[in-house]
């Protein structure tokens, strides 16, 4: 809006003088016609200088266009004091006492020298009256022009703005195509260019769950594997060492296999698009993971359950984002509390 709104007034301000002069000019070349006209009406008419329409006829009417004709040389004493060798044409002269006049001087049929003049100040004054009436529609025009363009502009930005907005209340996860409907041909090449970006974003995104996914799978048995052959292999009789590495060995594999847990669920939530979220008991979610937890739990000789007769406190969130939260807290309880312990 800010360089448009410059190249408006910059045109409309190049303009308006251009008008300005070439009116000026104009009315110039219109006032040095009428000299002529004149010059010709005494030629044509015979006309004497003291005739009515002569100067002396003219010089004393408010109206009077101050078109003065005498001729050359001249001896009446109000006449203009001009050379009597004047050439013939068109003259820009300035007199003693009467300042600048523009004298038209012409050869008549009868041999006689005539001289129209007009008083250069009033010619410029009609001349500057007529240039600011040609340039008034300018001045007029340009904050119409100004009002329309911000209209328009706004107007056509407008589903641009509201695409703004709406990309704003996305959630990382909503990667779908934005609307192109009831946007101008300037703009539509840029939205199609976004939605091409975000579908291979969401591509992207796509492979790399997949990826995380597949990796867990992949992982998941061979973990399985290994804590089986751990725990066969804590059955069988070995030094008090050899049995210090099997330890640590067999809470590696665990840990390992917490984390397989952790990167499955994290997959699961990233291939919803839509996850749908509602009222969800919190202390129903702890009861359903006991059955998971609690063997790990028994192992420690830990006591762990739901506080009962409390208050049902509801979350609106997604289920499966609430279990991978709770499994997580409690996990980390049984692994940090010792041994003979109670979690609550």
């Known amino acids: 809006m800010l360089w448009i709104s410059v190249a408006i007034l910059l045109a409309a ?3 308006g003088r251009y008008s300005y002069l070439s009116a000026f000019d104009e009315a110039h070349e219109l006032q040095d016609d009428v000299l002529r006209q004149v010059a010709d009406t005494f ?20 109206d009077a266009p101050r078109v003065l004709a005498q001729f050359l040389p001249s001896t009446d004493a109000g006449a203009l004091p001009l050379p009597a060798d004047l050439r013939t044409g068109m003259h820009t002269l300035k007199l003693r006492e009467r300042g600048a006049f523009r004298v038209f001087v012409k050869q008549l049929a009868s041999g006689e020298r005539l001289a129209v003049a007009q008083d250069a100040g ?48 996305r959630s990382e996860r909503e990667l779908h195509p934005m609307p192109d409907a009831g946007l101008s041909a300037e703009i539509r090449p840029f939205v199609t260019a976004i939605n091409r970006l975000l579908g291979r974003v969401s591509a992207s995104m ?7 996914a597949d990796a867990a799978h992949e992982l998941r048995s061979p973990l399985t594997a290994m804590s089986l052959q751990a725990e066969r292999l804590a059955g069988s009789e070995m030094s008090a060492e050899a049995a210090a590495r099997l330890h640590t060995l067999r809470q590696g594999i665990d840990r390992g296999r917490r984390l ?21 008991s919190v202390p129903q979610a702890f ?3 006991l059955e998971d937890l609690m063997p790990l739990a028994e192992a420690k000789g ?31 309880a049984i692994r940090y509390t010792p041994a003979g312990g109670r979690i609550d």
Do not use: Y
């Open 43 to 62: 030629d044509r008419h015979h006309l004497k200088a003291s005739d009515p329409g002569s100067d002396a006829s003219a010089r004393d009417r408010d």
């Open 13 to 15: 301000a190049l303009a």
């Open 122 to 169: 009033f010619r410029d004054d009609i001349a500057r009256d007529n240039a600011k009436r040609t340039v008034m529609p300018f001045l007029l025009l340009a904050p119409l022009l100004l009002l329309l363009v911000a209209v328009l502009v706004r107007r056509i930005f407008r589903p641009v703005a509201r695409l703004a907005q709406e990309i704003e209340g």
């Open 287 to 289: 009861r359903d993971l």
């Open 260 to 280: 397989l847990e952790q990167l499955l669920s994290l997959a699961r939530a990233q291939a919803v698009a839509d996850i749908r979220r509602e009222p969800v």
């Open 302 to 332: 830990i006591d762990l359950g739901v506080v009962e007769g409390q208050a049902e406190v509801r979350a609106t969130v997604a289920e499966a984002d609430l279990q991978t939260l709770l499994r997580n807290l409690v996990d980390n």
């Open 206 to 212: 796509q492979a790399q769950q997949r990826f995380v």
